[in-house]
Antibody, heavy 127, light 106 residues
Framework: QLQLQESGPGLVKPSETLSLTCSVSGVSVSSSTYLWGWIRQPPGKGLEWIGTIYYATTTYYSPSFKSRVTISLDTSKNQFSLKLNSVTAADTAVYYC???????????????????WGQGTLVTVSS | EIVMTQSPATLSVSPGERATLSCRASQSISNNLAWYQQKPGQAPRLLMYGASTRATGFPARFSGSRSGTEFTLTISSLQSEDFAVYYCQQYNNWPTFGGGTKVEIK
């Protein structure tokens, strides 16, 4: 059974880097069937896709985060990670990792829906 | 970026009644739409994909449809466990989510 679990600091200071890890069980992160994504949800608000990684090094980032985000894969630990630089209070949110189904549109690989999700971890940006 | 607009923001429905939720895409996305259900304190859970295919574990009272760029999620007879927030997400391009519809008890 595919399961994901986020981990990382719950408190980050403004201007610093938010770092989270998602541990995957039940399937190898090297699998070509799946993509691996990060989504966040500010308190009381909706869902925002941050970015996705697949094939170990290929990444796609939301334009909203592209200048300050890095997603990477660690196949030896069966994990993938999120780093978000120069955080502000607006980055306070529950951060979810999720499996994204492989999907192609007109022959171009585009991530599909997200299933399953990790339970989420709250990250607060405050001094 | 494809913008997804959900309406209404809040829907007040009595148990046993029908609920109809809408999601509109800013451009054509074919049937590349998913719905999620989120209960308080929980992660979103995939409810539907391909606009009308139910995910594992969801009963037949949940149905999805499409008309052009307008998508509808219908819950035919609301049960207590269905009161939640519902999000749509397009995957015709890199993903974007709608703002959500909260289905609350009337």
């Amino acid at each position: 059974q595919l399961q994901l679990q986020e981990s990382g600091p719950g408190l980050v200071k403004p201007s610093e880097t938010l770092s989270l890890t998602c541990s995957v069980s039940g399937v190898s992160v090297s699998s070509s069937t799946y993509l691996w994504g990060w989504i966040r949800q500010p308190p009381g608000k909706g869902l925002e896709w941050i970015g996705t990684i697949y094939y170990a090094t290929t990444t796609y980032y939301s334009p909203s985060f592209k200048s300050r985000v890095t997603i990477s894969l660690d196949t030896s630990k069966n994990q993938f990670s999120l780093k978000l630089n120069s955080v502000t209070a607006a980055d306070t949110a529950v951060y979810y990792c999720a499996t994204q189904i492989r999907n192609t549109v007109f022959g171009v690989l585009i991530g599909g829906w997200f299933d399953p999700w990790g339970q989420g971890t709250l990250v607060t940006v405050s001094s | 970026e494809i913008v997804m607009t959900q309406s209404p923001a809040t829907l007040s429905v009595s148990p046993g009644e029908r609920a109809t939720l809408s999601c509109r895409a800013s451009q054509s996305i074919s049937n590349n739409l998913a719905w999620y259900q989120q209960k308080p304190g929980q992660a979103p859970r995939l409810l539907m994909y391909g606009a009308s295919t139910r995910a594992t574990g969801f009963p037949a009272r949940f149905s999805g449809s499409r008309s052009g760029t307008e998508f509808t999620l219908t819950i035919s007879s609301l049960q207590s466990e269905d009161f939640a927030v519902y999000y749509c997400q397009q995957y015709n391009n890199w993903p974007t989510f709608g703002g959500g519809t909260k289905v609350e008890i009337k």
